[in-house]
């Protein structure tokens, strides 16, 4: 633990008066906690010490840099305790504590390991009441959300449905939040929604044309009605109310796997510059990330194979010894979880399986490099 000194500062009433230093007890988690007393984003941590009602600042240092940083501000109810929410980006580390007067003190905390948030609850898809802040005589709100988990790039997307109850139409905003930093996505306006009504709204995971990167993301609708009254869905900092986890690739095969032989491994004048995924012949194949297709040809070692150009990460995708052609020519656009093809053995195959391979830019054989996806995989695989 280190401390600046404080020294003293002039008070407003002509005496003298001093920011205290912090001085850090311990870190413990209170809320929303993991094992072995770690925090999870979006959960409440308290620091318990003394000097700590001058606090205005406590930053999320993480690794070493400034790269991975996460400043918030604070508001101390006492000199011996501060509670805090974990921001959605915070990373395991320690925190500085920040407090300004005429001489700015800081002290860190110990280490506090921070996990990820859980999975946002499961959901039927069905309407149901929300808890959501409400002004007197405000409509009352209804909301689902079709699936705690979307996929950016797929043809599907993820549907926000509402259903408003009032006298009278309403004005609705429906907000998506990135729920990182609060930052607002994208907005939709419906100036005149009527009572009883189901309306929906299904986003694809793409604003002004890009992808949106993985994470927490939350529907929030306000509905004011004729009075001026307004209803809310949720509070702003409540990320398991009509939230989704954004990712944006998918595991490749659909149906029961195992991994074979991994990447590097040697073969016979060259070493494995795939992974494979052994399945039943027959199983679908869905494409790893959207994207555009630069090859559909077959090749003696790796039969019927099919090259897709990654629209996001740039990486090249090769998909070998499908069971026949893919239907898939070269120019067309694929979507995630698009099915691309079929598993096989064709080629230079003993038995059922995927040889799933990446490049990184600029691509297959033009300059890219083969790279080992087993552990991205693995990531993929347990959200498909």
Not at 215 to 229: D, E, K, N, V
Not at 350 to 369: I, N, Q, R, V
Request: neutral net charge; charged residues 15%; contains cysteine.
């Amino acid at each position: 633990m280190a401390a600046v000194t404080a020294a003293p500062a002039s008070a407003g009433n002509g005496g003298a008066g001093y920011t205290p230093t912090p001085q850090v007890a311990r870190v413990t988690c209170v809320k929303l906690c993991a094992s072995h007393g770690r925090a999870r984003q979006s959960g409440t941590v308290r620091i318990v010490g003394t000097g700590l009602s001058g606090v205005g600042k406590v930053t999320f240092l993480g690794a070493a840099g400034k790269s991975d940083d996460v400043a918030v501000t604070v508001r101390p109810k006492s000199d011996r305790s501060l509670t805090l929410k974990v921001p959605m980006n915070a990373m395991s580390g320690r925190m500085a504590l920040v407090s300004t007067g005429t001489v700015t003190t800081t002290a860190r905390t110990p280490s506090l390991g921070i996990l990820p948030p859980p999975p946002p609850p499961p959901t039927t898809g069905q309407l149901t009441p929300v808890p959501g802040p409400r002004d007197p005589g405000a409509p009352q709100l209804e909301t689902a959300t079709s699936s705690n988990v979307a996929i950016a790039g797929s043809s599907r997307g993820i549907t926000f449905s509402y259903r408003v109850t009032a006298p009278a139409a309403v004005s609705v905003q429906i907000d998506l939040l990135n729920a990182s930093d609060g930052s607002v996505v994208q907005t939709w306006q419906e100036p005149s929604v009527q009572p009883g009504a189901v309306n929906s709204i299904n986003w694809q995971g793409m604003s002004n044309g890009a992808l949106q990167p993985d994470g927490r993301y939350a529907w929030r609708l306000t509905a004011t009605g004729a009075t001026g009254a307004k209803a809310r869905s949720a509070q702003t900092q409540d990320v398991t109310r009509d939230a989704f986890d954004l990712h944006d690739h998918v595991f490749p095969v659909k149906g029961r796997h195992t991994f074979g032989d991994g990447f590097g491994v040697q073969r016979q004048g060259h070493t494995h510059q795939g992974v494979d995924i052994l399945a039943n012949c027959g199983l679908k194949i869905v494409a790893a990330e959207a994207g555009t297709v630069l090859y559909n040809k077959w090749q003696s070692a790796a039969g019927n194979y099919l090259i897709v150009h990654g629209e996001e990460t740039g990486n090249d995708y090769g998909y070998m010894h499908m069971r026949a052609r893919s239907p898939f020519q070269r120019g067309d656009q694929v979507t995630t979880g698009e099915v691309i093809g079929i598993v096989g053995d064709t080629g230079d195959a003993t038995a059922c399986h995927l040889h799933f391979e990446a490049w990184s830019p600029p691509g297959w054989y033009t300059g890219g490099h083969p790279f080992d996806t087993e552990p991205l995989l693995k990531q993929w695989d347990a959200y498909s």
